[in-house]
């Protein structure tokens, strides 16, 4: 006959004195006290990792070459004991390891002496020739679209005189004419080394990007003054140019100088200042390369004054006749049949539509292991009043 263990409270069977909520309280508790002794010994053996380690780095403190693999694939002797003793924790092979080292200096290139450059420029010094542009004086408007629309209003309303019995005649109605510039993209695609990214004395990628900047504007500002159209801005002289006495809208004017691929004297600049409207005169500018300034600066009028005078400030422009000089390079030289100088008020003659922005690229995975800069802007450029500009050409007639 079987006997049960009864309890010392109530003399009953202990079993079945024990409630739900009991059990479960004595069964946690247990857990609790088989998690300590695995959260000590797991201590234990964490400090006996960091004893190891800590003995390794005195070991391996001293300076040294690391050695690399051999052709054949099989490691150094240093990485396999460290690679045993990371996948094991066995350090045997670190004892008795003595690491390789040597000595480094500079009076050996081998040994070090590659390591100390000579000084290295910060910046490199651009031998580029620099040149103004018109946009300085152009009216220069930004825009989000693919296109730039300039309305022109260049006829006249229509006048009588009215009296008071007649019948009030009709008179002309202006009309609207539309000129469309649309907006091209300028490209540049240049690329260096990462290594060379990596290694310069200097900033390579800001240098670059103010490279393709230079390149950019030096490119738009020959576009400005002869550029075609196509698959680009449209130049002020690439419109047909016609004597100014028989002008008319969609034509430059221009004045010659009555003597072929020359001067006749201080006259035709006088005649060229006068052939533009008053109304554009107050805002006006000379536009010519250096040569033709050169050629101009030793011109004097009939009492012995020159007509060039310097800039009385610093940054000041020159001035011809009291109207400002801009040196743009793009100009063409004097020759036989060149528009050699322009002047006008370029502010309301030519418009420069642009996205404001230039954007560059960086784009390290197409050509590895070269990165290429991709730099694009959007530019456009045309004559949106061609009352407002004149020419001078060096011609007979």
Same mark, same amino acid.
């Given at each position: 006959m079987n006997k049960t263990e009864e309890s010392p409270r109530t003399g009953g069977d202990l079993s079945a004195d024990m409630s739900p909520v009991a059990e479960v309280k004595s069964a946690v508790a247990g857990f609790v006290n088989d998690?300590?002794?695995?959260?000590?010994?797991?201590?234990?053996?964490?400090?006996?990792?960091?004893?190891?380690?800590?003995?390794?780095?005195r070991k391996s403190f001293a300076p040294a070459r690391p050695a690399l693999a051999t052709s054949a694939g099989v490691d150094a002797p240093h990485q396999k004991a460290f690679?045993?003793?990371?996948?094991?924790?066995?350090?045997?092979?670190?004892?008795?390891?003595?690491?390789?080292?040597?000595?480094?200096?500079?009076?050996?290139?081998?040994? @070090?002496g590659y390591l100390v450059d000579p000084q290295t420029a910060q910046t490199i010094k651009s031998t580029l020739s620099s040149t103004a542009s018109i946009r300085a004086i152009a009216n220069v408007v930004a825009v989000e679209a693919t296109s730039y629309d300039v309305l022109i209003d260049h006829t006249d309303v229509g006048h009588g005189w009215a009296t008071e019995a007649a019948a009030t005649a009709e008179t002309g109605t202006p009309s609207i004419d539309r000129i469309t510039i649309p907006l091209h993209e300028l490209s540049a695609l240049p690329k260096a080394s990462q290594r060379l990214l990596d290694d310069s004395a200097f900033d390579i990628e800001t240098w670059l990007a103010?490279?393709?900047?230079?390149?950019?504007?030096?490119a738009e500002a020959a576009a400005f003054i002869s550029?075609? @159209?196509?698959?680009?801005?449209? @130049?002020?002289l690439t419109h047909p140019g016609v004597d100014n006495d028989v002008w008319t809208w969609g034509n430059l004017g221009y004045i010659p100088t009555g003597v072929d691929g020359d001067f006749a004297g201080p006259d035709e600049i006088v005649d060229l200042v006068y052939a533009l409207g008053a109304q554009y005169r107050a805002n006006a500018s000379?536009?010519?390369?250096?040569?033709?300034?050169?050629?101009?600066?030793?011109?004097k009028d009939g009492d012995g004054r020159f007509l060039w005078s310097d800039g009385l400030a610093a940054g000041e422009?020159?001035?011809?006749?009291?109207?400002?000089?801009?040196?743009c390079?793009?100009?063409?030289?004097?020759?036989?049949?060149?528009?050699?100088?322009?002047?006008?008020?370029?502010?309301? @003659?030519?418009?420069?539509?642009?996205?404001?922005?230039?954007?560059?690229?960086r784009d390290p995975f197409s050509a590895k292991p070269h990165v290429l800069f991709y730099a694009t802007k959007r530019v456009?450029?045309?004559v949106s009043d061609f009352a407002a500009i004149k020419l001078l050409k060096f011609a007979a007639s």
């Amino acid at each position: 006959m079987n006997k049960t263990e009864e309890s010392p409270r109530t003399g009953g069977d202990l079993s079945a004195d024990m409630s739900p909520v009991a059990e479960v309280k004595s069964a946690v508790a247990g857990f609790v006290n088989d998690f300590k002794g695995f959260q000590s010994d797991i201590q234990d053996r964490l400090q006996q990792q960091e004893e190891k380690l800590t003995m390794f780095e005195r070991k391996s403190f001293a300076p040294a070459r690391p050695a690399l693999a051999t052709s054949a694939g099989v490691d150094a002797p240093h990485q396999k004991a460290f690679n045993a003793y990371l996948r094991s924790g066995d350090d045997d092979g670190l004892r008795g390891l003595e690491l390789e080292g040597k000595a480094l200096g500079t009076s050996v290139a081998a040994d @070090g002496g590659y390591l100390v450059d000579p000084q290295t420029a910060q910046t490199i010094k651009s031998t580029l020739s620099s040149t103004a542009s018109i946009r300085a004086i152009a009216n220069v408007v930004a825009v989000e679209a693919t296109s730039y629309d300039v309305l022109i209003d260049h006829t006249d309303v229509g006048h009588g005189w009215a009296t008071e019995a007649a019948a009030t005649a009709e008179t002309g109605t202006p009309s609207i004419d539309r000129i469309t510039i649309p907006l091209h993209e300028l490209s540049a695609l240049p690329k260096a080394s990462q290594r060379l990214l990596d290694d310069s004395a200097f900033d390579i990628e800001t240098w670059l990007a103010g490279r393709i900047a230079d390149k950019f504007a030096r490119a738009e500002a020959a576009a400005f003054i002869s550029g075609d @159209g196509v698959d680009k801005p449209k @130049g002020f002289l690439t419109h047909p140019g016609v004597d100014n006495d028989v002008w008319t809208w969609g034509n430059l004017g221009y004045i010659p100088t009555g003597v072929d691929g020359d001067f006749a004297g201080p006259d035709e600049i006088v005649d060229l200042v006068y052939a533009l409207g008053a109304q554009y005169r107050a805002n006006a500018s000379f536009v010519m390369n250096s040569k033709t300034a050169g050629a101009i600066r030793k011109m004097k009028d009939g009492d012995g004054r020159f007509l060039w005078s310097d800039g009385l400030a610093a940054g000041e422009p020159a001035r011809l006749m009291g109207y400002p000089v801009m040196i743009c390079e793009d100009m063409p030289d004097i020759a036989s049949d060149a528009m050699a100088v322009a002047f006008g008020d370029f502010g309301a @003659g030519y418009t420069v539509a642009e996205r404001p922005d230039l954007r560059v690229l960086r784009d390290p995975f197409s050509a590895k292991p070269h990165v290429l800069f991709y730099a694009t802007k959007r530019v456009g450029g045309d004559v949106s009043d061609f009352a407002a500009i004149k020419l001078l050409k060096f011609a007979a007639s």
